[in-house]
Nanobody
Framework: QVQLVESGGGLVQAGGSLRLSCAAS????????MGWFRQVPGKEREFIAA????????YYADSVKGRFTISSDNAKNTVYLQMNSLKPEDTAVYYC??????????????WGQGTQVTVSS
């Protein structure tokens, strides 16, 4: 079992920055990588970024590439998402998730509760 808890969301003006954190606990040794996703009500969950615990594999969605940075701290079992140059279209509930294998959505078997990010114009 793996438990994930996101934090760091909030209200920010366009062009501002936020850093999200995802603290993992439980059987984290069984996971291979962590990913960040976001979702707007009525729309499908969108992949944002992912990083393997080793740091050898990092992926970003085109919509956030160059603005967001994903990183991990193995000692703290924590993954971060640094979000810069935020846009109103970044407004969503952000979720972290853990995968034991690959990076396809169905491979993420553990999810956090989500944290709201709101970007004002």
């Amino acid at each position: 079992q793996v438990q994930l808890v996101e934090s760091g969301g909030g209200l920010v003006q366009a062009g501002g920055s936020l850093r999200l954190s995802c603290a993992a606990s439980g059987r984290t040794f069984s996971t291979y990588a962590m990913g960040w996703f976001r979702q707007v009500p009525g729309k499908e969950r969108e992949f944002i970024a992912a990083v393997s615990w080793s740091g050898d594999n990092i992926y970003y969605a085109d919509s956030v590439k160059g603005r967001f940075t994903i990183s991990s701290d193995n000692a703290k079992n924590t993954v971060y998402l640094q979000m810069n140059s935020l846009k109103p279209e970044d407004t969503a509930v952000y979720y972290c998730a853990a995968t034991a294998s690959g990076y396809v959505l169905s491979e993420y078997h553990y999810w956090g509760q989500g944290t709201q990010v709101t970007v004002s114009s």
